[in-house]
């Protein structure tokens, strides 16, 4: 699928370095001078987020192409994401140029934070393929996207954008400024009146957000946060107890502060205080490492984003072991980060039996017991495990891991992993047994006939003897008695 990008600047920039890291082609279409080396760094910060946020390979990234022109940009392009600055009548003019050269079959989607697509289809030649689709920055990393304007165009954007990792929110009715910051608004709206007021400074405001409300939002969203402070009672009790709050004066959200040369002033002299030790690129960058820190919590509870996490490693693994091809298997490689050290400034111990895990769960999606499989109810569960650390590794590490099938049955199979670092040695090696079991009923089951060929085909390239180590525990150790 060819991509489209008419505009490379916050929002434009993410979008583009999406596209290309799951794998599609983009063509750029952005006037401005600096726009390449704008794009350039922010492509370099979201390969690097991707690089730490997902435990699967990679798939091998898009490519970047810059156009002459809007026309040369858009030609045979299925897909045109649209992000020039918010004025409606620039707006018109690029749509007018896009549609004069795009194929009416083509999707143009709008960043659009404020209009909506009844304003941006005025005069279009095919009004129905023209949305919204409205992300949030880092776009790279957070997968909401609130897509407007329905219809078969509205499916088939989100089809793609959930293909790249996207969390498509599709929104029935048209309103102003949509949904999200329709509610950042609100927020917003008070913020100014508590600095005007003198009451609190964007530190303490930013703090109150950060430590308190919004890390349950992060993971709750606003309904089910207040579900639960309902008690066992749930929603209808806290509404009970906290609705006649509504009347009451706490906010001024009907009244809004003049944005005058003195609160501007002090908003930026606040802000210039709390955050201007660190370049724009550092707070992204510590922005994007707390953001993926939160996101590999969530994806251990398998909870909101960090479901989308796991959704996209699926595919990447899935992507990958197609590809692969010699034996022993390749299919799991892992970067050895500062948060994988022990006090030794070695790996720690608990990481091996991740990257064995991580190298585990790729065989078998490798193999067919994917995630389409493990909805039917079957899966695969690891019993037995032996660890050999031969070596030390050391931050920056990157490892990777082949895999053999020393031995199956019907209902086990039983894996050996060797973990080599980036000179080609041997720094640890695993030995896995793992049954097949029903899930539901919680007990081994026969594998069905295409998973034992798929086993069948695999172990059939293994020509090799089996490891001299392999099926042997640790050797007994005998203590010397001490001398009387």
Not at 472 to 481: M, N, P, S, T, Y
């Amino acid at each position: 699928m060819k991509i489209a990008a008419i505009g490379g600047g916050v929002i434009g920039g993410g979008w583009i370095a999406r596209f290309i890291l799951a794998g599609h082609d983009v063509a750029v279409f952005d006037p401005h001078p600096e726009a390449r080396r704008i794009v350039s760094e922010v492509m370099a910060n979201a390969g690097d987020a991707w690089q730490r946020l997902y435990q699967a390979p990679l798939p091998s990234p898009g490519t970047i192409s810059w156009a002459a022109s809007i026309a040369e940009a858009v030609s045979g392009a299925d897909y045109i994401q649209e992000s020039v600055p918010e004025r409606l009548d620039l707006k018109h003019r690029i749509i007018v140029e896009i549609e004069a050269a795009a194929s009416p079959q083509a999707i143009l989607a709008s960043s659009t934070s404020g209009f909506k697509p009844s304003e941006l289809r005025e005069g279009a030649t095919h009004p129905e393929r023209i949305l919204v689709a409205h992300p949030f920055n880092p776009v790279y990393l957070l997968p909401v996207v609130e897509v407007v304007g329905g219809g078969d165009a509205a499916q088939r954007a989100s089809a793609l954008l959930e293909s790249v990792g996207m969390k498509p929110v599709q929104i029935a009715r048209e309103i102003d400024a949509h949904i999200g910051d329709r509610l950042l608004e609100a927020v917003w709206r008070e913020a100014l009146w508590l600095i005007k007021d003198g009451i609190a400074t964007t530190q303490e405001i930013d703090d109150i957000i950060r430590y308190g409300f919004g890390l349950r939002w992060a993971q709750m969203g606003l309904f089910e946060t207040y579900r639960i402070a309902g008690g066992e009672a749930g929603m209808r009790h806290f509404l009970s107890q906290f609705g006649p709050a509504l009347k009451w004066p706490w906010t001024k959200l009907m009244d809004v502060p003049d944005l005058d040369d003195e609160l501007v002033d002090r908003i930026a002299a606040q802000s210039d205080l709390q955050s201007g030790a660190h370049s724009v690129r550092e707070l992204e960058r510590i922005r994007d490492t707390n953001l993926i820190g939160i996101f590999h919590a969530l994806k251990a509870n398998d909870w909101g984003v960090g479901k989308t996490v796991s959704t996209m490693e699926n595919r990447f693994y899935a992507r990958e072991g197609k590809k692969v091809t010699g034996y022993p298997l390749r299919l799991h490689e892992a970067h050895v980060t500062g948060g994988w050290l022990d006090y030794n400034g070695h790996m720690t111990e608990f990481r091996y039996l991740q990257v064995l895990g991580d190298a585990t769960d790729a065989f078998l999606i490798h193999m067919g017991l994917d995630a389409e499989y493990r909805a039917g109810g079957h899966s695969a569960y690891t019993v037995e495990t032996h660890i050999r650390h031969l070596a030390e590794v050391r931050g920056g590490t990157r490892l990777i891991v082949e895999t053999r099938l020393l031995g199956y049955d019907e209902k086990r199979l039983r894996l050996h992993h060797a973990i080599l670092d980036d000179r080609g040695e041997t720094v640890a090696t695993g030995e896995h047994m793992l049954l097949h079991v029903d899930t539901g009923a919680n007990r081994t089951v026969a594998m069905p006939a295409a998973l034992m060929r798929a086993l069948e085909a695999i172990i059939a390239q293994d020509r090799a003897p089996h490891p001299d180590h392999a099926g042997i525990g640790i050797r007994a150790v005998r203590l010397k008695e001490a001398s009387a």
